[in-house]
């Protein structure tokens, strides 16, 4: 079907994309994955590019556009080639929005320049080695000063993507504790330089997949952080949580359609190339059927992500429309990878092959950014459940 959410701008940006993977990323790519990050220099290269002003209004350096589909678009041609640009899409699609709505005036012109050149790359900090899906249980503090100038911040955080490259951290914590009534009270945002005196970042940890991404634990010991750097207001950001992890899900749900079309079209070419018996795999018909079912499922993909994509343009993505997009189709991404690298044979568990990363890559699609199990409970919720 053809499809109708992108225009010229996109299509043309989508070359440009395309072109600076194969030149700038897949060329390097497998070094980066081994050693676990990509260089800084990629980033300073993508905010040449424009990538990660997109949707930073013109006056701190940005192009000013609104919509999230420039956003879809890079999803689409980083899976398209088995490769990531490591925490570069925390910094644009999960950290910016945050900023760009709560920041205020001086904070914009403060950071946002940077933030577009690459040269401040941020981070954000929310899952505690003790908690992750219940976010209202974190226990990093920030206590104000008694003369009112700064916050004194304490606590841990892990599986921070981008943590250890970031210069700037968005760190959840809680300003004032949890009440019988309210548990999600009392927390808020601090953007926390991360060459403050006790900002500490610990292990790199080791991945199954994603593995040019580096994901950090990060630790806090009476790191002093200005007023200057609370995000929006003191005790709201349970609120600002709600309101912005619908984008991200909805980027996590592109991202595993994305990898499930190139997922059916890598093994599209390996088995017409592979001979089997005396005949290419291809010529099987498993592999037409399998195919054939892969194929149906990255249009259903298509088809929701397409129209989550339209939502949340028109400001209408509820909270439960994005889990909804996110649950299904991170957990057919799961099948259709899985079904494409078994026509791989024992090839598909090569890392010379780019179905056994995207195998590995898509797993914590269902894990991160709330787990399925999350998902369903929201989901179930708003049918009243
Ligand atoms: C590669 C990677 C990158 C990440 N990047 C970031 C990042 O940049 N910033 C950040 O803040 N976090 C990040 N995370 C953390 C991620 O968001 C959490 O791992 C996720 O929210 C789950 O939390 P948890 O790991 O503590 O699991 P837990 O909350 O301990 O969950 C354990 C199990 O219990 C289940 N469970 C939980 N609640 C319920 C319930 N109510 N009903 C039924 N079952 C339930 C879960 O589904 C899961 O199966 C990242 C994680 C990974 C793996």
Redesign the pocket.
Same mark, same amino acid.
């Given at each position: 079907m053809r499809r109708t959410v992108f225009n010229e701008d996109h299509e043309a940006f989508r070359e440009t994309i395309r072109d600076f993977i194969a030149a700038e990323v897949v060329p390097h790519y497998q070094e980066w994955s081994e050693q676990g990050y990509v260089p800084r220099e990629l980033y300073r290269k993508l905010g040449a590019l424009g990538v990660f002003g997109i949707e930073v209004p013109e006056e701190y350096g940005g192009a000013g556009e609104t919509s999230f589909k420039f956003n879809a678009v890079l999803s689409e041609e980083t899976a398209r080639a088995g490769v990531s640009f490591g925490g570069s899409s +925390?910094h644009t699609a999960l950290c910016l929005p945050y900023l760009l709505k709560y920041g205020n005036e001086e904070q914009k012109k403060r950071w946002l320049p940077r933030f577009v050149s690459g040269e401040t790359m941020t981070?954000?900090?929310? =899952?505690e080695p003790g =908690?992750? #899906?219940?976010l209202a249980g974190m226990k990093t503090t920030a206590k104000l000063s008694e003369d009112g100038t700064h916050y004194v911040l304490n606590g841990a955080k892990t599986?921070? =993507?981008g943590g250890a490259q970031a210069d700037r951290v968005l760190v959840c914590c809680r300003t004032a504790p949890p009440t019988p009534e309210d548990r999600r009270g009392g927390i808020s945002i601090l953007v926390v330089d991360a060459h403050s005196e006790g900002f500490a970042v610990g292990r790199k940890l080791d991945?199954l997949g994603?593995r040019a991404s580096d =994901?950090a634990e990060l630790s806090f010991t009476d790191v002093e952080v200005p007023v200057e750097d609370l995000l929006g207001e003191e005790g709201k950001a349970f609120s600002y949580l709600t309101h912005n992890l619908p984008q991200e899900r909805l980027g996590i749900a592109i991202g595993a359609y994305a990898q499930s079309a190139a997922a059916v079209r890598f093994a599209k070419e390996y088995t017409k190339e592979r001979t089997v018996f005396g005949k290419e795999v291809a010529s099987f018909q498993n592999t037409k059927f399998v195919l054939a079912d892969c194929q149906s499922d990255v249009d259903a993909m298509q088809a929701v992500v397409d129209r989550a994509l339209e939502a949340l343009d028109a400001g209408e993505l509820t909270p439960a429309d994005a889990a909804s997009a996110k649950l299904f189709t991170t957990e057919r991404a799961a099948h259709v990878i899985d079904k494409c690298l078994q026509l791989h044979g024992g090839y598909g568990y090569m890392l010379e092959y780019p179905i056994s990363s995207l195998y590995a890559d898509t797993r +914590?699609s269902r894990?991160?950014?709330?787990?399925s199990?999350?998902m369903r #409970?929201i989901i179930a919720k708003s049918m009243g459940l």
């Open positions: +925390v981070a954000i900090a929310m =899952t =908690t992750g #899906s219940d599986f921070i =993507t991945k994603l =994901t +914590v894990i991160y950014g709330g787990t199990e999350v #409970s």
